[in-house]
């Protein structure tokens, strides 16, 4: 199973705090014998606002030395997991979790944006220090 992301617990505690309940970390994706691990698969609870609503998300730092490399590779890495929930059928809403400093920073620029846009990403804004969600962008 690969290594969790340093803001990995953050947003674990951050979903927990809104209401989410974890169902598993490393959720497992299967496709034609290829397994694939997304870092965080919760469900909120009956009773809430989003009724039922299950939802899996990959947590990215973009700590690297290049952004638009890491951009590269987490937006690969989304749609991968995105074409398997849609060949499976699986019942859950996507979501690339980054930090609030990370989306002011540099997914404000207009080539993030483009590439955001284009791939239809959600985007799930996280405050590492204070472990809340700042904002959901679908």
């Keep these: 199973m690969p290594a969790k992301d340093i803001y990995h617990n953050a947003v674990r505690f951050a979903l927990v705090k809104d209401g989410w309940e974890i169902l598993t970390e490393d959720y497992s994706l299967e496709y034609g014998g290829d397994r694939l691990y997304v870092d965080i698969a919760a469900e909120k609870p009956i009773a809430a606002a989003k ?3 299950k939802i899996l998300v990959e947590v990215k730092s973009f700590l690297g030395r290049s952004f638009i490399n890491d ?3 987490a937006v690969g890495q989304y749609i991968v997991y995105r074409d398997i929930l849609i ?4 019942d859950f ?6 930090t609030q400093g990370t989306y002011k920073r540099y997914f ?3 080539l993030p944006q483009m590439i955001i846009n284009r791939n239809q990403v959600k985007l799930l804004i996280v405050d590492p220090e204070s ?4 904002e959901w962008i679908d």
Aim: aromatic share 4%; proline share 0%; net charge negative.
């Design 51 to 53: 009724q039922g609503q």
């Design 71 to 73: 951009l590269e590779r």
């Design 87 to 90: 060949e499976t059928g699986l």
């Design 93 to 98: 809403e996507l979501y690339l979790a980054i």
């Design 108 to 110: 404000q620029r207009q």
């Design 131 to 134: 472990e809340v969600i700042v």
